[in-house]
């Protein structure tokens, strides 16, 4: 059974920064592209970043500058961190995992999410 559970959500203030953390179970690690996507309401869910099983990372433009995906294969976790939040950043944070093979995707799963709250 995969399971993707994320942690670290919650209300915080403008300017603040948040951690966000997702565990993986249930899938070898280390093959898997894993990413951030978040839904604001009344929004379709985008892409914040990823970190791919090759070692690329990728931002979106919205958060390019304060945001730092990381992993650690060891421990199953992929991280985001943002920093400098802005109430445009409040979303449902899901944590995804894909296996890619060349350019085909073969599985890929997803987190139930973390609600991140940002206040002005």
């Known amino acids: 059974q995969v399971q993707l559970v994320e942690s670290g959500g919650g209300l915080v203030q403008a300017g603040g920064s948040l951690r966000l953390s997702c565990a993986a179970s249930?899938?070898?690690?280390?093959?898997?592209?894993m990413g951030w996507y978040r839904q604001a309401p009344g929004k379709q869910r985008e892409l914040v970043a990823r970190?791919?099983?090759?070692?690329?990372?990728n931002y979106a433009d919205s958060v390019k500058g304060r945001c730092t995906i990381s992993r650690d294969n060891a421990k199953n976790t992929v991280y985001l961190e943002i920093d400098s939040l802005k109430p445009e950043d409040t979303a449902v944070y899901y944590c995804?995992?894909?296996?890619?093979?060349?350019?085909?995707?073969?599985?890929?799963?997803w987190g139930k999410g973390t609600l991140v709250t940002v206040s002005s």
């Open positions: 995804y995992a894909a296996r890619v093979l060349v350019e085909f995707t073969i599985g890929d799963y």
């Open positions: 249930g899938i070898i690690f280390s093959m898997y592209t």
């Open positions: 970190f791919t099983s090759g070692g690329t990372i």
